[in-house]
């Protein structure tokens, strides 16, 4: 349990219960005392009134009547870790953007940051966020096994328009900055935006202003820890989930934090990123093996190794001969 | 739950709606409790506190603006309630006490809670208190604490480290 639920669960055994004497007290009424303000009145003519009645009238119908087509407000969702929530006006420049969980908070109390979103276009706007999110270090420019690892964004909106460009944009920028990625789109209904954004959304409540009014829009996410386990190992690659297993763990928590994707949809990626190193950069997974065997000394730790690879490290001595025999036996 | 939420809650009790009140103080009561633990650090003084700023939300949630931020206003009224409690402590205690230290249970016994007062600023205290239980962003909390941004932004995350470091201790 991290520090915050347990803070909280501690907190929930020490407050008081609510007492009847506090309950039962009544609210005192505020009573609205009217006063009579006494001013002086200017006579005016009753054809200057009916002039100016109608001169105001005039203008202000035609007013409305100028005014072009408004353009409904459009709110969509930018999740990497961090997420967060941006309305753009009707001249499609961001409106408000606001945390979606508390590391994009991080991002948004820098008021330099904000200045570089606040009032851009949606491109440049979000461009400025992934940059931010690569900036504080949310996106893992290199894992242990010395690969690039793949940067997932995902953009959701509801509402009838079209956020493709917008894809193509920060995909174009990651690239730029020598960051693979995956960046995709969806249109959800309104009840799925705000799972997304953790919101209930009130009734008679235009969703943009629930989004524009809240201050922050996360909630912490209990992990289910024995269904990590179960869900990797559903793989079937008992080798993988073997040395993967703690490495994995503390991704698919963090992942799981910021719930991006449901476990389901976390492993399915998984499984597609380890099919990839699997088939063209095996011998980058045979170094990741190496980091988690090898002990500080840089010497193979044979207590982490099975009985089976023991003997043959034992009978080769060589960690390139124990790899292969890996290779060949311990893949399903 | 969202200041908007909270701020229906008290217009719902100013109308003498009790179920309302009952749900405030389930959904609030944690947070106001934390936050006054600052100022008493002790559970005996804070527990007392936390009845009286009930007792006085109750009693002014006439006053309460609907639609203005009710999250704010419940703060605002433990603060208030906090300090004068204090001010009139140091006040009416005898000459010869002046210079004794309050009662405090900072004694560590490992939970959060008593961690927490040990390791942490009554300042530190209140800013990890307002945005991880009451969802204030560093901005917000800013402008409560009359502090820069980026000063609130590295207290939180100082904080946040000699937290983690202190309860690993303890384990």
Same mark, same amino acid.
């Given at each position: 349990?991290?520090?915050?639920?347990?803070?909280?669960?501690?907190?929930?055994?020490?407050?008081?219960?609510?007492?009847?004497? &506090?309950?039962?007290?009544?609210?005192?009424?505020?009573?609205?005392?009217?006063?009579?303000?006494?001013?002086?009145?200017?006579?005016?003519?009753?054809?200057?009134?009916?002039?100016?009645? &109608?001169? &105001?009238?005039?203008?202000? &119908? %035609?007013?409305?009547?100028?005014?072009?087509?408004?353009?409904?407000?459009?709110?969509?969702?930018?999740?990497?870790?961090?997420?967060?929530?941006?309305?753009?006006?009707?001249?499609?420049?961001?409106?408000?953007?606001?945390?979606?969980?508390?590391?994009?908070? =991080?991002?948004?109390?820098?008021?330099?940051?904000?200045?570089?979103?606040? %009032?851009? /276009?949606?491109?440049?706007?979000?461009?400025?966020?992934?940059?931010?999110?690569?900036?504080?270090?949310?996106?893992?420019?290199?894992?242990?096994?010395?690969?690039?690892?793949?940067?997932?964004?995902?953009?959701?909106?509801?509402?009838?328009?079209?956020?493709?460009?917008?894809?193509?944009?920060?995909?174009?920028?990651?690239?730029?900055?020598?960051?693979?990625?995956?960046?995709?789109?969806?249109?959800?209904?309104?009840?799925?935006?705000?799972?997304?954004?953790?919101?209930?959304?009130?009734?008679?409540?235009?969703? =943009?202003?629930?989004?524009?009014? /809240?201050?922050?829009?996360?909630?912490?996410?209990?992990?289910?820890?024995?269904?990590?386990?179960?869900?990797?190992?559903?793989?079937?690659?008992?080798?993988?989930?073997?040395?993967?297993?703690?490495?994995?763990?503390?991704?698919?928590?963090?992942?799981?934090?910021?719930?991006?994707?449901?476990? /389901?949809?976390?492993?399915?990626?998984?499984?597609?990123?380890?099919?990839?190193?699997?088939?063209?950069?095996?011998?980058?997974?045979?170094?990741?093996?190496?980091?988690?065997?090898?002990?500080?000394?840089?010497?193979?730790?044979?207590?982490?190794?099975?009985?089976?690879?023991?003997?043959?490290?034992?009978?080769? %001595?060589?960690?390139?001969?124990?790899?292969?025999?890996?290779?060949?036996?311990?893949?399903? | 739950?969202?200041?908007?939420?909270?701020?229906?809650?008290?217009?719902?009790?100013?109308?003498?709606?009790?179920?309302? *009140?009952?749900?405030?103080?389930?959904?609030?009561?944690?947070?106001?409790?934390? *936050?006054?633990?600052?100022?008493?650090?002790?559970?005996?003084?804070?527990?007392?506190?936390?009845?009286?700023?009930? $007792?006085?939300?109750?009693?002014?949630?006439?006053?309460?603006?609907?639609?203005?931020?009710?999250?704010?206003?419940? $703060?605002?009224?433990?603060?208030?309630?906090?300090?004068?409690?204090?001010?009139?402590? !140091?006040?009416?205690?005898?000459?010869?006490?002046?210079?004794?230290?309050?009662?405090?249970?900072?004694?560590?016994?490992?939970?959060?809670?008593?961690?927490?007062?040990?390791?942490?600023?009554?300042?530190?205290?209140?800013?990890?208190?307002?945005?991880?239980?009451?969802?204030?962003?560093? !901005?917000?909390?800013?402008?409560?604490?009359?502090?820069?941004?980026?000063?609130?932004?590295?207290?939180?995350?100082?904080?946040?480290?000699?937290?983690?470091?202190?309860?690993?201790?303890?384990?």
């Amino acid at each position: 349990m991290n520090w915050k639920n347990k803070w909280k669960k501690e907190l929930n055994s020490v407050v008081p219960k609510l007492s009847d004497t &506090v309950l039962n007290t009544p609210t005192e009424k505020v009573e609205i005392k009217s006063e009579r303000v006494k001013s002086r009145r200017k006579f005016i003519s009753f054809g200057a009134l009916s002039f100016a009645a &109608v001169l &105001v009238l005039t203008l202000v &119908v %035609g007013f409305y009547l100028l005014q072009p087509p408004t353009v409904p407000e459009t709110v969509f969702a930018v999740e990497i870790n961090p997420a967060a929530a941006f309305v753009l006006d009707k001249n499609d420049k961001v409106k408000s953007v606001t945390a979606i969980n508390s590391d994009a908070d =991080v991002i948004l109390s820098s008021e330099e940051n904000l200045n570089e979103i606040i %009032g851009k /276009s949606a491109n440049q706007a979000v461009e400025k966020f992934v940059d931010s999110a690569a900036k504080y270090g949310y996106i893992d420019l290199s894992d242990i096994t010395g690969q690039t690892t793949l940067a997932a964004v995902r953009i959701s909106s509801c509402g009838a328009k079209n956020f493709e460009s917008l894809r193509a944009s920060v995909e174009s920028f990651l690239s730029g900055k020598g960051i693979p990625s995956v960046v995709f789109t969806q249109k959800v209904e309104e009840i799925e935006f705000c799972d997304i954004i953790g919101i209930e959304k009130e009734q008679g409540v235009k969703l =943009v202003d629930t989004v524009k009014n /809240s201050p922050v829009l996360y909630a912490e996410k209990n992990i289910d820890e024995n269904n990590i386990t179960e869900k990797f190992h559903a793989y079937g690659n008992e080798l993988l989930a073997r040395i993967s297993d703690e490495h994995l763990k503390k991704s698919i928590e963090e992942y799981l934090q910021t719930e991006i994707f449901n476990i /389901s949809q976390y492993v399915e990626n998984i499984k597609g990123l380890l099919d990839i190193e699997k088939n063209s950069r095996i011998e980058h997974l045979g170094k990741y093996l190496q980091f988690e065997i090898l002990n500080k000394d840089n010497e193979i730790s044979k207590d982490k190794l099975d009985e089976k690879h023991r003997e043959i490290l034992d009978q080769n %001595g060589s960690f390139n001969d124990f790899w292969n025999d890996r290779k060949n036996n311990g893949k399903k | 739950m969202s200041a908007n939420e909270i701020a229906r809650l008290i217009s719902l009790a100013a109308d003498g709606d009790n179920e309302a *009140f009952k749900k405030l103080y389930v959904k609030t009561a944690r947070g106001v409790y934390a *936050f006054l633990r600052t100022y008493f650090h002790n559970h005996f003084d804070t527990e007392d506190a936390v009845q009286t700023v009930y $007792l006085k939300i109750k009693q002014n949630a006439d006053k309460f603006k609907p639609r203005t931020n009710g999250r704010a206003w419940i $703060l605002q009224i433990a603060k208030n309630h906090a300090l004068d409690v204090l001010r009139k402590e !140091r006040y009416d205690r005898p000459l010869e006490d002046a210079h004794a230290v309050s009662v405090d249970d900072t004694h560590s016994d490992g939970t959060v809670i008593s961690v927490m007062q040990k390791v942490l600023s009554e300042e530190e205290q209140r800013i990890v208190t307002l945005h991880v239980l009451w969802g204030y962003k560093h !901005r917000e909390i800013a402008e409560i604490m009359e502090m820069p941004t980026g000063t609130v932004t590295s207290k939180y995350k100082r904080s946040v480290e000699k937290l983690k470091n202190a309860l690993k201790e303890v384990r």
